[in-house]
């Protein structure tokens, strides 16, 4: 217990101090712890805390956990992973949001699932932003058109608030800032396009979070910062 809010403590404090240095309100950047791979009894000492909202990146995984721990009704669950078409229905009946929507498959596969369970949910639109063969997401390119094909269809459940993307896995701070700034720049460009607000950028993990702060993040994804180590073998589809 006193290690998690030591380590949250210490994430709070990191946040504050990239938030001054960038002269950015203390408030203005949401930390969203990451649970993969860790245990429900984490969680409950995370729940404990004051924390409500859990990023996973796998459907199954999440949904076990929101079932394990339905007697917190104020919880919200994000996915934050590659999901597969034929997974929409367990992110439709326990997550509040959705950060890796990639494709309009997907989202009309949510869209039906969401209006059977009659609920809508936050949706942002992964980015790959990194060079790296590995990384999910839709090519900044690709993100104009998708955008349009969102609009034709009409989707009603999914309330698009912005983009999340992954940077590349470098100690070159430099190619971790462009990833970033390239989100950022692209927001910008969307804003203008659609007239819609997209406030959300959610960029940053343990690794490079106070570079995302500088260049706009609205939100950190933070795990082994937070929680530890992970279990690589256990838990990692892909690699991060
Ligand atoms: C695992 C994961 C994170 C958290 O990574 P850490 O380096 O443990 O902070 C953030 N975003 C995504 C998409 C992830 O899969």
């Known amino acids: ?6 380590n949250f403590r210490a994430i709070e404090q990191r946040v504050n101090e990239a938030c ?10 949401n930390i969203l712890p990451v649970t993969k791979t860790f245990s429900t009894d984490t969680i409950k000492m995370a729940i404990d805390l004051g924390y409500h909202r859990f990023a996973e990146n796998k ?4 949904k076990e956990k929101a079932i394990e ?6 919880l919200k669950w994000v996915i934050i992973g590659y999901l597969q078409t034929n997974k929409s229905k367990e992110v439709a009946t326990y997550a509040s949001e959705i950060q890796s929507l990639d494709r309009i498959e997907l989202a009309k596969a949510l869209d039906n699932r969401l209006q059977s369970a ?9 980015v790959k932003t990194s060079p790296e063969e590995t990384k999910s997401g839709l090519e900044i390119s690709e993100v104009p058109k998708f955008l349009n094909e969102l609009k034709e269809s ?3 459940t999914l309330d698009l608030q912005g983009f999340m993307t992954i940077a590349e896995n470098t100690s070159n701070q430099d190619a971790v800032r462009k990833c970033f700034s390239d989100l950022r720049e692209l927001a910008e460009r969307c804003r203008d396009i659609t007239g819609l607000a997209l406030p959300q950028l959610s960029m940053g993990m343990s690794g490079d979070f106070e ?4 260049e706009g993040a609205t939100e950190i994804r933070i795990g082994t910062a937070i929680f530890g180590d992970r279990d690589y073998k256990q838990g990692m589809s892909e690699r991060i």
């Open 211 to 214: 570079i995302a702060i500088q």
């Open 59 to 62: 459907a199954q995984e999440l």
């Open 69 to 74: 721990l339905e007697e917190y009704d104020q």
């Open 20 to 29: 001054k240095q960038a002269g950015r309100e203390p408030g203005s950047v």
């Open 1 to 6: 217990m006193t290690f998690l809010a030591d």
């Open 154 to 156: 009409g989707i009603q």
């Open 118 to 126: 009659g609920k809508s949910i936050k949706a942002l639109i992964q």
